[in-house]
């Protein structure tokens, strides 16, 4: 169920399951005059920040029953720090999303103070987008798979009404309406990333995958290729073809097209990982922990959700995203350390570990989209273990050959709200991937994995400008928090998105 968000005016609002009321600690320490819901609630809450029991910290909130005192049953109170901009909005609003949720309200309005509609740090529609973006995500429910064999919670109803007393822009609705359309725009290009990577192994398997991309493509008027194991082969895909090899499953070449600027030579090249099931191959993983695997085409499902949003915005921009897909496994056809491989580009690899495959699927999926007329490049990938080493499950690594575009991503990631932190890539790591038996070898070893398999995929951009996205540690979690639930997060949906919707100059 798709929630219905609208912008009341206060004359006109009318009433809620539940009311929220964001509000930072300068508001509580103001004094005892100021009223924000009903007045014997507003004293109970003055009280409990007087004891020091609720401090409207940031994403910390105080539910209250009105027991009668208002329409509502409920008040919530959802603390954020106005100087952390729209990011302290839209964890505000998940904070308060996941208290709606616990008292399973299904309608609920937010009251904005002043601080909110009057900032001078971030626009009326961007300030709306977060909110959205904020209480759309955090209510988010895993599903067993794309059929929703169980109702997934959701809020059918959300109205934003600026608070008693608050100065309001005379243009406030037209601006506010804007932003709630992107903000669900994005929300659901995530939703269905997180639903793709959530999908258990024996039910996505790489032609399925396929399957999905093509009513994609259907759904939203895309060009769509599908190339199939004999296709793969025709074109020369020996990454791709090795790492599926070993599967029933075979492998599939995914490549969808939009063409939002038909007459220009330039094109976005969006590459994702789409490995359905990683078991590491004959290199295998340990069992523990093996079945979060599941999560291995999560770079797949970012590039599917965002070409989603792209297609429903249609920036004035050309985009190739391609997806290349296989399962990973152990058997008697499966490729093996000391194999040597024919690349699409002529380059030939030494493998030196099967679980180093991600890398070798999308050197050849750089390669299709370079020869679709791709003229700079971004592959995003649940790659490696050691960017969780270094980075934990806080910011993901990045590995580029082009500073310029580097500096482009890392903007769309702040717009949106994602952490990226650049790696370094000088020409010592290069050598790490030296090979007696070919070009390449596949793993320059356990010290500095992030880097080194990142320049592993860059010897295949062929000199254009690209940037490698390691999500290895921000794709799933064990736990949840702010506006990412347990299990498949769908980052760098909305960082992709704003990296080609917001550079179409």
């Given at each position: 169920m798709r929630t219905h968000f609208t912008y009341e005016a206060a004359a006109t609002?009318?009433?809620?399951?539940?009311?929220?009321?964001?509000?930072?600690?300068?508001?509580?320490?103001?004094?005892?005059?100021?009223?924000?819901?009903?007045?014997?609630?507003?004293?109970?809450?003055?009280?409990?920040?007087?004891?020091?029991?609720?401090?409207?910290?940031?994403?910390?909130?105080?539910?209250?029953?009105?027991?009668?005192?208002?329409?509502?049953?409920?008040?919530?109170?959802?603390?954020?720090?106005?100087?952390?901009?729209?990011?302290?909005?839209?964890?505000?609003?998940?904070?308060?999303?996941?208290?709606?949720?616990?008292?399973?309200?299904?309608?609920?309005?937010?009251?904005?103070?002043e601080a909110i509609v009057s900032s001078a740090d971030y626009t009326?529609?961007?300030?709306?987008?977060?909110?959205?973006?904020?209480?759309?995500?955090?209510?988010?429910?895993?599903?067993?798979?794309?059929?929703?064999?169980?109702?997934?919670?959701?809020?059918?109803?959300?109205?934003?009404?600026p608070a008693a007393g608050a100065a309001v822009p005379s243009d406030?609705?037209?601006?506010?309406?804007?932003?709630?359309?992107?903000?669900?725009l994005y929300a659901e290009g995530v939703m269905v990333a997180r639903d793709l990577t959530n999908m258990p192994g024996n039910k996505l398997v790489p032609e399925a995958l396929a399957a999905h991309a093509e009513e994609l493509a259907r759904d939203y008027d895309l060009d769509i290729e599908v190339l199939d194991e004999w296709s793969a082969a025709e074109q020369g895909m020996g990454g791709l073809l090795a790492v599926g090899q070993?599967?029933?499953?075979?492998?599939?070449?995914?490549?969808?097209?939009?063409?939002?600027?038909?007459?220009?030579?330039?094109?976005?090249?969006?590459?994702?990982?789409?490995?359905?099931?990683?078991?590491?191959?004959?290199?295998?993983?340990?069992?523990?922990?093996?079945?979060?695997m599941i999560s291995d085409m999560g770079g797949a499902a970012a590039v599917l959700g965002a070409m989603r949003?792209?297609?429903?915005?249609?920036?004035?921009?050309?985009?190739?995203?391609?997806?290349?897909?296989?399962?990973?496994?152990?058997?008697?056809?499966?490729?093996?350390?000391?194999?040597?491989?024919k690349m699409m580009n002529g380059l030939t690899v030494e493998i030196v570990n099967t679980d180093a495959e991600g890398r070798l699927v999308l050197?050849?999926?750089?390669?299709?989209?370079?020869?679709?007329?791709?003229?700079?490049?971004?592959?995003?990938?649940?790659?490696?273990?050691?960017?969780m080493v270094a980075l934990g499950t806080e910011a993901t690594g990045a590995v580029t050959n082009n500073e310029a575009l580097m500096q482009q991503v890392s903007q769309a990631a702040v717009r949106s709200g994602e952490r990226i932190w650049q790696l370094p890539a000088y020409p010592e790591y290069k050598r790490m991937l030296r090979s007696d038996a070919a070009d390449l070898k596949n793993s320059g070893g356990r010290y500095a994995g992030a880097t080194t398999g990142g320049l592993f995929i860059g010897a295949f951009a062929e000199d254009l400008p690209w940037v490698h996205l390691d999500i290895a540690g921000t794709a799933f979690l064990d736990k949840s928090r702010g506006i990412e639930p347990k299990g498949a997060t769908g980052v760098m949906v909305r960082t992709l998105v704003e990296l080609v919707t917001k550079n179409e100059e």
């Amino acid at each position: 169920m798709r929630t219905h968000f609208t912008y009341e005016a206060a004359a006109t609002a009318g009433s809620a399951d539940a009311i929220v009321r964001l509000i930072n600690a300068a508001e509580l320490k103001a004094g005892s005059m100021a009223q924000w819901v009903q007045p014997q609630i507003d004293e109970a809450v003055r009280g409990l920040f007087a004891k020091g029991l609720f401090k409207a910290e940031p994403q910390q909130t105080e539910t209250l029953s009105t027991l009668g005192l208002h329409s509502a049953s409920h008040i919530i109170f959802a603390g954020y720090d106005e100087q952390t901009g729209v990011d302290g909005l839209r964890l505000a609003a998940a904070a308060a999303a996941n208290a709606l949720k616990r008292v399973k309200a299904q309608t609920a309005q937010i009251r904005l103070p002043e601080a909110i509609v009057s900032s001078a740090d971030y626009t009326l529609q961007q300030a709306a987008q977060a909110l959205v973006e904020g209480l759309s995500l955090a209510v988010y429910d895993r599903l067993p798979d794309l059929r929703q064999t169980k109702q997934r919670y959701a809020l059918s109803h959300v109205s934003f009404v600026p608070a008693a007393g608050a100065a309001v822009p005379s243009d406030i609705a037209e601006q506010w309406n804007e932003g709630i359309a992107i903000g669900q725009l994005y929300a659901e290009g995530v939703m269905v990333a997180r639903d793709l990577t959530n999908m258990p192994g024996n039910k996505l398997v790489p032609e399925a995958l396929a399957a999905h991309a093509e009513e994609l493509a259907r759904d939203y008027d895309l060009d769509i290729e599908v190339l199939d194991e004999w296709s793969a082969a025709e074109q020369g895909m020996g990454g791709l073809l090795a790492v599926g090899q070993g599967s029933i499953h075979a492998p599939r070449m995914i490549v969808l097209h939009y063409k939002g600027a038909p007459d220009q030579e330039e094109a976005w090249g969006l590459i994702g990982k789409g490995i359905t099931f990683d078991t590491g191959g004959i290199s295998l993983k340990k069992g523990p922990g093996m079945e979060e695997m599941i999560s291995d085409m999560g770079g797949a499902a970012a590039v599917l959700g965002a070409m989603r949003i792209i297609a429903e915005l249609k920036p004035e921009v050309n985009v190739i995203a391609v997806i290349p897909t296989a399962e990973n496994m152990p058997s008697a056809q499966a490729f093996k350390p000391g194999d040597v491989i024919k690349m699409m580009n002529g380059l030939t690899v030494e493998i030196v570990n099967t679980d180093a495959e991600g890398r070798l699927v999308l050197a050849d999926g750089l390669t299709t989209a370079i020869r679709r007329g791709a003229t700079q490049l971004v592959d995003v990938a649940t790659l490696t273990g050691a960017v969780m080493v270094a980075l934990g499950t806080e910011a993901t690594g990045a590995v580029t050959n082009n500073e310029a575009l580097m500096q482009q991503v890392s903007q769309a990631a702040v717009r949106s709200g994602e952490r990226i932190w650049q790696l370094p890539a000088y020409p010592e790591y290069k050598r790490m991937l030296r090979s007696d038996a070919a070009d390449l070898k596949n793993s320059g070893g356990r010290y500095a994995g992030a880097t080194t398999g990142g320049l592993f995929i860059g010897a295949f951009a062929e000199d254009l400008p690209w940037v490698h996205l390691d999500i290895a540690g921000t794709a799933f979690l064990d736990k949840s928090r702010g506006i990412e639930p347990k299990g498949a997060t769908g980052v760098m949906v909305r960082t992709l998105v704003e990296l080609v919707t917001k550079n179409e100059e």
